[in-house]
């Protein structure tokens, strides 16, 4: 092993607070606490499924993973290195490493680009060619054709949307990939197709996922290890299997007694506290 270290990703007591907007003129703001002391990492080659219902804080534990924000309180590494302390520069290098795929994969394209632009957007080095052989590469890898580089999003259903989106991520041969929710809004058919995708392509490319899903079915098929969040914490963690055999707390049980798709809809949304002065 190049790397002696095999922590891809490592979450230490993250905290992320939003401030709301006032609901009175002299009332204090109120703040969301989406995140609460949230530990944990990521092993290269054992994929972690973050499971929890609708407010539970798992896209912003997916946007705080990714530095797309940084946190409150607390500290996020990859390899080691503390990503909110990098400058622009190394962070965009660092990114190379760690791609993410979003829940919707309507929202997430631009329908008007053609796919070849979209797929190698995360590239910013290279000549045409390469760039272009790079693109080739990922829309075979992910199932769609070397032409389709020359179609627009918008000629594609959802679930090539989201093959479009993987190959995106794929394209700088990341180590890590997080995918919030990546099969969700596809319809139910296509779910195990793009499921079984993102499961070949750990074994072809080495990826290791951060895969957050309110389904648990979804974390199952695809990760060695779950955490179960509510309200801004994880309240288990273990072996997908140990988990689904053995639920310890009564938050995971009440998960997998409420496991049916329409589960989503019973969403609690995180308690709002006082900001402290
Ligand atoms: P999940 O993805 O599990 O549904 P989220 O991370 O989206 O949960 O949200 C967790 C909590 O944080 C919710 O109460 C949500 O309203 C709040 N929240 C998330 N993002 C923001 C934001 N940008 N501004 C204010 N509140 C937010
Ligand atoms: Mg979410």
């Known amino acids: 092993m190049a790397n002696p270290s095999p922590t891809l990703l490592a979450l230490h007591d993250v905290t992320r607070r939003y401030t709301l907007p006032r609901e009175r003129l002299l009332s204090p703001a109120p703040v969301v606490e989406a995140l609460r002391g949230v530990s944990l990492s990521i092993e290269r080659g054992r994929s972690l499924g973050v499971v929890g219902e609708s407010g539970s804080g798992k896209s912003t534990l997916a946007r705080i993973a990714m530095a797309l924000e940084p946190p409150s309180a607390g500290r996020v590494e ?3 290195r503390d990503l909110n302390a990098l400058g622009a520069a190394a962070l965009r290098e660092a990114r190379r ?3 993410m795929v979003f829940q919707d994969p309507y929202g997430s ?3 008007r680009q053609q796919v070849g632009r979209i797929v190698a957007e995360p ?3 290279g000549s045409g060619a390469e760039r272009e052989r790079a693109v080739a590469e990922v829309l ?3 199932g769609l054709r070397a032409s389709d580089a020359r179609k627009y999003a918008h000629e594609f259903s959802g679930g090539q949307r989201q093959r479009i989106a993987i190959a995106r991520a ?3 041969k990341p180590k890590l990939i997080v995918a919030d929710e990546p099969v969700s809004a ?3 058919s296509v779910q195990a197709q793009v499921l079984n995708l993102l499961i070949d392509l750990q074994q072809r490319y080495g990826v290791t996922y951060l895969l957050i899903s309110h389904d648990l079915a979804v974390v199952d098929h695809v990760c060695d290890e779950v955490v179960v969040m509510q309200h801004g914490r994880i309240v288990e963690r273990g ?3 140990r988990i689904f055999r053995d639920p310890q707390h009564p938050y995971t049980r009440a998960l997998m007694a409420a496991h049916e798709p329409e589960f989503a809809a019973s969403a609690t949304v995180a308690p709002v506290i006082e900001e402290p002065k």
Do not use: K, N, R, S
């Open 186 to 188: 596809l319809d139910v």
């Open 123 to 125: 590239l910013w080095q």
């Open 170 to 172: 794929l394209i700088t």
């Open 97 to 99: 490493d760690f791609q």
């Open 140 to 142: 075979e890898a992910v």
């Open 78 to 80: 990859f390899l080691g």
């Open 109 to 111: 394209l631009d329908p």
């Open 239 to 241: 072996e997908t299997a």
